[in-house]
T-cell receptor, first 111, second 110 residues
Framework: KQEVTQIPAALSVPEGENLVLNCSFT??????LQWFRQDPGKGLTSLLL?????REQTSGRLNASLDKSSGRSTLYIAASQPGDSATYLCAVCVAGNKLTFGGGTRVLVKP | NAGVTQTPKFRVLKTGQSMTLLCAQDMNHEYMYWYRQDPGMGLRLIHY???????AKGEVPDGYNVSRLKKQNFLLGLESAAPSQTSVYFC?????????FGPGTRLTVL
């Protein structure tokens, strides 16, 4: 059974510092990996999707890497801002187009 | 495009009552999903559909039923609500293995 883990569960950084969020999964047979952002009381917003054949994906200040063989993905957020404060979730897509989610990392960026 | 919408946004039920949550998407996606999100448990898949007229069980299907009579709508039913079904429910649809989520329904069962 696929299991997805995100460590740490919570992270607090001063504004301007780079953020590094980790995601690990137990079964490398994935179709893709998605990173989401969730604000309190809100739904999930898709940030980046990395196909299984890709090594990384970039959007603005966000960069996500994927190492399928070691079962790891890392989300980098450059020059963090208070508006980046949210919970970040990773999810892997497995057979049947289904997602398995990690527990999330709650990020606080202090001004 | 409204994307994925959910109705209602909030609901309080008494134990044993029934209700239906409605999910609608205007992106013509084949796949649709229902998840629940609980503190410390993350998001878990309840049921999903790979196309109009089809449904399948996910990780935690007990106590729920679903229907996909129209491609754009996916309904989640609770026949006899229990306090353990207090949760936030999210609907999603997908195209090319990328999922798009609705804003959620917060359900409390007393």
């Amino acid at each position: 059974k696929q299991e997805v883990t995100q460590i740490p569960a919570a992270l607090s950084v001063p504004e301007g510092e780079n953020l590094v969020l980790n995601c690990s999964f137990t079964d490398s047979a994935i179709y893709n990996l998605q990173w989401f952002r969730q604000d309190p009381g809100k739904g999930l917003t898709s940030l980046l999707l990395i196909q299984s054949s890709q090594r990384e994906q970039t959007s603005g200040r966000l960069n996500a890497s994927l190492d399928k063989s070691s079962g790891r993905s890392t989300l980098y957020i450059a020059a963090s801002q208070p508006g980046d404060s949210a919970t970040y979730l990773c999810a892997v897509c497995v057979a049947g187009n289904k997602l398995t989610f990690g527990g999330g990392t709650r990020v606080l960026v202090k001004p | 495009n409204a994307g994925v919408t959910q109705t209602p946004k909030f609901r309080v039920l008494k134990t044993g009552q029934s209700m239906t949550l409605l999910c609608a998407q205007d992106m013509n996606h084949e796949y649709m999903y229902w998840y629940r999100q609980d503190p410390g448990m993350g998001l878990r898949l309840i049921h999903y559909s790979v196309g109009e007229g089809t449904t399948a069980k996910g990780e935690v299907p007990d106590g729920y039923n679903v229907s996909r009579l129209k491609k754009q709508n996916f309904l989640l039913g609770l026949e006899s609500a229990a306090p353990s079904q207090t949760s936030v429910y999210f609907c999603a649809s997908s195209e090319n293995n990328e999922q798009f989520f609705g804003p959620g329904t917060r359900l409390t069962v007393l």
